[in-house]
């Protein structure tokens, strides 16, 4: 069955719900197209316990409509998964976007037809749909990575990934239980496995940098402040490098113009409070190595002193650059390491062996287990769209165009694959901000564009190699005047084996949006547009 629209989105997450609202405002027909037998992303897949967001529920939320900011009541500081899936519920209804979804509906190929400038997608299920635009809502994180070790098959027990969490509860109550990974997820999963575990295990590569969320019930009076001004509230968000946290302005101020007593009390306020702020405490911190230094330590001591057994707290203690990798927010995680049924094993110094059928063999012993979680991550930003068979002009692959890199101009469009949008892909933002925040900003300059491709009788849209070429040196540049690629992080791809190590986000968000803004009023330069042979009678 082949069904034609205006345009195909690609993923009913939080982006693909935007974008699907801002397609119909241009008056275009559309269809989204969603692996999952329901909306949310990765909300949608990320059941396991603990799920909650890093970003706070006041900022983590839509802005495209006043009446549904002034509506929804959010309840904490942080909304976990079971919350922000019922806004996503709410979002679905209250704007009536499920006509136009089809799910459990997995995206497989994609193919553009230059004669007609149309593509056709085609879904695992045979279906095709052919549309004159795609736009690609897949997700940051939404491609799971499973690291590949001997025998991992053969396990009898359940093996779990936390990014494809199984709908049916998953009981831990007096068994042994191995996770694998100390990013995000394991951070947020690990206290409550171990409250219910008779044993667990936890297999970490690199500790890394966790900080107290400070998650508390959302503060009635401080929710009806900010929707008194919630456009002058998202103003002075859009101002910060992260799109967000303009309630907790950064300093400025090098660290090193504070004493030691100044400093302490400066950390302190911001480990109490909660959050990343502790990358705000010192304007120099993600820039001089010396300053950051600084910073780390401070968290160094906080693991000493929670962590009661030293030998364990030194494998949690990180030794890189502190914002370099993702910074991980989570309540009770150190304290966990001083329960009595959890271990530590150090697999970087102690590699992965095997997996039997009931154990996991590493170079240190073996550990006898009912549940292997792998709390592993994403092959992220480009993941889930290298793994989609991607075709564009000439048959040109799009893990063939990226394959020493993904390259972009603005993280929109890429050359070759004309009328082919990409939301928060490499080269923009995305994972860097507040990704509310650059969903809203790529959603609204998408659906601007259509506007004036259809109202100017433009047939297609396509990045230029010049300047994605130039983009792509911008933001390795903006990226160098930091310390973000100083280590072997997800930005880059290094959790990944064989793919290119290119730092993918870029950095700053409002020099960004105000350059995209400029580049939609002067007729989208460094895009080629070709118009139609007939003018367009659109409007």
Same mark, same amino acid.
């Not at 983590?60 to 079971?82: H, I, K, M, N, V």
């Not at 507040?434 to 990045?463: D, F, M, S």
């Not at 290094?494 to 350059?515: H, Q, S, T």
């Given at each position: 069955m082949t069904d034609k629209f205006d345009v195909v989105i690609v993923g009913a997450g939080l982006a693909g719900l935007q974008m699907l609202h801002e397609v119909r405002e241009a008056g275009l027909t559309a269809r989204v197209l969603e692996a999952g037998d329901g909306a949310g992303g990765t909300w949608y897949w990320n059941r396991y316990p603990g799920a909650r967001c890093d970003v706070e529920s006041l900022e983590?939320?839509?802005?495209?409509?006043?009446?549904?900011?002034?509506?929804?009541?959010?309840?904490?500081?942080?909304?976990?998964?079971?919350e922000i899936m019922r806004y996503i519920g709410h979002v679905v209804d209250r704007f009536d976007l499920a006509r136009d979804i089809r799910f459990r509906t997995r995206v497989e190929a994609m193919t553009y037809d230059e004669p007609t400038a149309t593509w056709t997608v085609r879904a695992d299920s045979g279906d095709e749909v052919v549309a004159r635009f795609v736009i690609m809502a897949t997700g940051c994180l939404s491609e799971p990575n499973v690291p590949d070790i001997p025998g991992v098959a053969t396990f009898a027990g359940d093996v779990l990934h936390t990014g494809r969490w199984p709908r049916e509860p998953v009981g831990f109550t007096g068994k042994r239980v191995g996770v694998v990974g100390t990013g995000s997820s394991g951070v947020q999963a690990i206290p409550i496995m171990a409250k219910a575990a008779a044993e667990l295990?936890?297999?970490?590569?690199?500790?890394?940098?966790?900080?107290?969320?400070?998650?508390?019930?959302?503060?009635?009076?401080?929710?009806?402040?900010?929707?008194?001004?919630?456009?002058?509230?998202?103003?002075? @968000?859009?101002?910060?490098?992260?799109?967000?946290?303009?309630?907790?302005?950064? @300093?400025?101020?090098?660290?090193?113009?504070?004493?030691?007593?100044?400093?302490?009390?400066?950390?302190?306020?911001?480990?109490?409070?909660?959050?990343?702020?502790?990358?705000?405490?010192?304007?120099?911190?993600?820039?001089?190595?010396?300053? @950051?230094?600084?910073?780390?330590?401070?968290?160094?001591?906080?693991?000493?002193?929670i962590v009661t057994d030293p030998e364990v707290a030194a494998k949690l203690t990180p030794t890189h650059v502190i914002g370099c990798k993702r910074i991980c927010l989570g309540d009770g995680y150190y304290e966990t390491y001083n329960r009595p049924n959890v271990r530590l094993a150090d697999i970087a110094a102690h590699p992965f062996e095997e997996v039997t059928p009931t154990s996991v063999r590493t170079g240190e012993g073996t550990y006898e287990l009912d549940v292997l979680v792998f709390a592993t991550g994403y092959d992220a930003i480009t993941g889930a769209l290298s793994r989609i068979d991607i075709r564009g002009r000439?048959?040109?692959?799009?893990?063939?165009?990226?394959?020493?890199?993904?390259?972009?101009?603005?993280?929109?469009?890429?050359?070759?694959?004309?009328?082919?949008?990409?939301?928060?892909?490499?080269?923009?933002?995305?994972?860097?901000?507040?990704?509310?925040?650059?969903?809203?900003?790529?959603?609204?300059?998408?659906?601007?564009?259509?506007?004036?491709?259809?109202?100017?009788?433009?047939?297609?849209?396509?990045?230029?190699?010049?300047?994605?070429?130039?983009?792509?040196?911008?933001?390795?540049?903006?990226?160098?005047?930091?310390?973000?690629?100083?280590?072997?992080?997800?930005?880059?791809?290094?959790?990944?084996?064989?793919?290119?190590?290119?730092?993918?986000?870029?950095?700053?968000?409002?020099?960004?949006?105000?350059?995209?803004?400029?580049?939609?009023?002067?007729?989208?330069?460094?895009?080629?547009?070709?118009?139609?042979?007939?003018?367009?009678?659109?409007?």
């Open positions: 983590y939320s839509y802005q495209f409509s006043p009446e549904l900011q002034q509506d929804w009541e959010w309840t904490r500081r942080y909304a976990g998964r079971a295990v936890v297999f970490q590569r690199t500790p890394a940098y966790t900080l107290p969320a400070g998650d508390e019930p959302l503060d009635p009076a401080l929710q009806a402040a900010i929707k008194a001004d919630y456009a002058g509230f998202r103003a002075r @968000n859009n101002e910060m490098p992260t799109a967000g946290l303009s309630r907790f302005p950064a @300093n400025p101020n090098s660290v090193f113009l504070f004493s030691a007593k100044e400093r302490e009390a400066i950390f302190e306020h911001c480990w109490n409070r909660g959050g990343p702020l502790l990358l705000r405490a010192f304007g120099d911190s993600l820039v001089d190595p010396a300053a @950051n230094e600084v910073v780390a330590e401070y968290v160094r001591g906080k693991i000493r002193e000439d048959g040109l692959a799009l893990r063939e165009a990226w394959s020493a890199g993904p390259r972009t101009y603005l993280g929109l469009g890429v050359p070759g694959f004309p009328n082919l949008f990409t939301m928060t892909g490499p080269g923009s933002p995305s994972v860097l901000t507040n990704v509310l925040v650059a969903i809203h900003q790529h959603a609204t300059w998408i659906g601007r564009c259509l506007r004036h491709l259809a109202g100017n009788g433009i047939r297609t849209i396509e990045a230029t190699p010049e300047a994605a070429e130039a983009w792509g040196h911008h933001v390795g540049d903006v990226a160098e005047r930091t310390l973000l690629p100083s280590c072997g992080s997800w930005y880059l791809g290094a959790n990944i084996p064989g793919k290119k190590r290119v730092f993918m986000p870029l950095v700053g968000f409002p020099d960004y949006a105000e350059r995209c803004a400029a580049i939609a009023a002067t007729g989208y330069p460094g895009f080629a547009l070709a118009h139609d042979p007939v003018p367009a009678t659109r409007s």
